[in-house]
């Protein structure tokens, strides 16, 4: 089995291996690898130093394959003090995701830290997370240490999360990749629906971020709200062992799934 998420196929081609793959269909990925993957282009298109990325929308266009898939990335709107960038991924000569990035430039403001709750400190290692109706792949290779609440049981949680295997083959997954890799599973972590008969799938990620993260474990401060024949959203506070790093949002697609997982 491979040691990564993804492994190089050529020019700006990768192929994602079973650690990418989602928890509702074994074909398609998991959102949180592939919008690391568009994070990764971004953050390797046009580079500067004197920047960082404040905001990145990840849009799901389609079922991402576990398969081999094309991601470029081109700098749209460039600017002295601002810029935003956009990164498609293709798969079977067709767009299935595509995310846009702001960054600004780094300044020598006084900081004002956030007034979110501080996230608990990180747990002891705990068994392995396996809900029913969950299939593996992305899960088992993310390390998982739930601080309050669990995957396993409805509402809001507080889930720490480390990714086991790099993103791609033979690199250090950076900073905003980490990031994103975990903030899609915000409605996991807080889902308030019994999975096996239920369907909320999110069609897009937002993360706001107003510092980069350090170290490789994410925290997940998560819940999500749900109105009666209206959609879900999935907010989460992202947090590294210094604090918190930014926000994420997601969007939910509510649906009754066709049958029961069992």
């Not at 990335?73 to 702001?102: C, D, I, K």
């Not at 008969?197 to 706001?208: G, R």
């Not at 009666?228 to 926000?247: Q, R």
């Not at 997601?250 to 009754?256: D, E, H, K, M, V």
Request: glycine share 10%.
């Amino acid at each position: 089995m491979a040691e990564c998420f993804y492994l190089p196929a050529g020019d700006d081609t990768w192929l994602a291996t079973v650690h990418t793959t989602g928890p509702w269909d074994p074909r398609a990925q998991h959102g949180g690898p592939p919008s690391a993957l568009l994070g990764r282009a971004i953050q390797r298109c046009s580079q500067r130093d004197d920047m960082i990325v404040a905001r990145v929308t990840c849009d799901i266009l389609g079922a991402i394959p576990v398969g081999e898939i094309e991601v470029r990335a081109r700098l749209a709107r460039p600017g002295r003090s601002v810029e935003l960038l956009e990164a498609v991924a293709r798969a079977n000569g067709r767009e299935v995701a595509r995310a846009t990035a702001w960054r600004v430039l780094r300044s020598q403001s006084p900081a004002v830290p956030p007034r979110f709750a501080t996230a608990p400190g990180l747990p002891e290692a705990t068994p392995p997370i396996a809900p029913g109706g969950w299939v593996d792949g992305y899960l088992p290779a993310v390390a998982w240490r739930p601080a309050k609440g669990h995957f396993t049981e409805r509402g809001p949680a507080t889930v720490w999360a480390r990714m086991r295997y790099p993103l791609v083959a033979d690199e250090e997954t950076g900073p905003l990749e980490r990031v994103l890799a975990i903030a899609d599973s915000g409605n996991g972590a807080s889902s308030e629906l019994d999975l096996r008969s239920w369907h909320f799938i999110n069609p897009e990620l937002t993360v706001h971020l107003q510092r980069e993260a350090a170290g490789e474990w994410i925290c997940l401060d998560a819940q999500t709200a749900i109105s009666e024949g209206g959609a879900g959203l999935a907010t989460s506070v992202l947090s590294d062992l210094g604090g918190p790093v930014g926000v994420g949002a997601q969007s939910l697609l509510i649906a009754r799934r066709r049958r029961g997982v069992e």
